[in-house]
């Protein structure tokens, strides 16, 4: 498989992680000195905080959603070397288990990606959303998880 294709891979990956795995299924796919950004001021740095950062999410916004998928529309990939970087658009939707009505959510990942003895994975994540339309937690709130 290219790198191009690799990379995609990974991008599409991460949504399925998000949506049904654990966080080490999540942490699997950043590098041990990667940094996962939810929002502005959510900085998870390095394999531990990214776990725990995952964690959080799960409880406050994984688990409260039913049906939860997030697609990925196709990414803007930029590649050097061993280092690539990519924009993707993403929507995320479900159910509000608590209200019963439809979330729905729009945003960016900005990358950074790196190639380590033949395998990319992100070395930066950054969690962009757009627009947000969950009830049950206040905006700030849901920017600063993820959701």
Known sequence: MDDYLEIH??????CFVADTGTADDLVSLFW????L??????RND?????RRGQE?????MRDPVVDLRHLVYAPAIRIEGSRATAETYYDADGHSRKLGSPIFLRGIYRDVLEKRSGEWRFRE???VIMHSTRKDLPQEEA?????
Not at 9 to 14: F, G, H, M, P, S
Not at 37 to 42: D, Q
């Open 9 to 14: 891979n990974l991008i599409a990956r991460y």
């Open 32 to 35: 041990d000195d990667a940094t």
């Open 37 to 42: 950004w939810f929002g502005e001021r959510s």
């Open 46 to 50: 390095g394999a531990e905080g990214i």
């Open 56 to 60: 959080r999410w799960i409880e406050k």
């Open 125 to 127: 994540r950054r969690i």
């Open 143 to 147: 920017a600063e998880t993820g959701g």
